[in-house]
């Protein structure tokens, strides 16, 4: 089982499903809302149980970003057309035992940094 939860743990997030699409987004909401890229995974809506009072904010006509409206933790991503929900691996509580796969939206990465670990890149 995973465990996350928010800076101040007004929040707390669980699922028992195996994560899939562990990734770095560099596109430049998640830059923004992070200050860098945004680690994630991604798990069946119906499998991740979350605990509290997320504030949902419509980033796009795609998709809403979940946030604690008390702290700013950038918890969650959900795409209105599917059923799955991507969650921040910085707020897992422990170690994740998950391995990442692969860096997305790099045509939108900052020019301060270089992406030098080998692992595919897709311009978005």
């Not at 800076?7 to 707390?12: D, R, S, T």
């Not at 809506?45 to 006509?61: F, H, M, P, Q, R």
């Not at 035992?97 to 990465?109: C, M, N, P, S, Y």
Request: hydrophobic share 35%.
């Amino acid at each position: 089982m995973l465990k996350g939860s928010c800076l101040c743990g007004n929040i707390q997030f669980e699922t028992n499903a195996s994560p899939k699409g562990v990734s770095m987004c560099h596109c430049s909401q998640c830059r923004k809302q992070s200050g860098g890229v945004w680690s994630s995974a991604f798990v069946p809506t119906s499998e991740l149980t979350i605990k509290g009072d997320v504030n949902w904010y419509a980033a796009s006509d795609i998709a809403e970003r979940g946030f604690c409206r008390n702290c700013g933790s950038f918890l969650f991503w959900k795409a209105h057309d599917e059923d799955a929900i991507s969650f921040a691996l910085g707020a897992i509580d422990g170690p994740t035992g998950l391995t990442l796969e692969k860096h997305i939206f790099v045509a939108d990465k900052g020019d301060y940094y270089e992406i030098a670990d080998g692992l595919p890149q897709s311009a978005q």
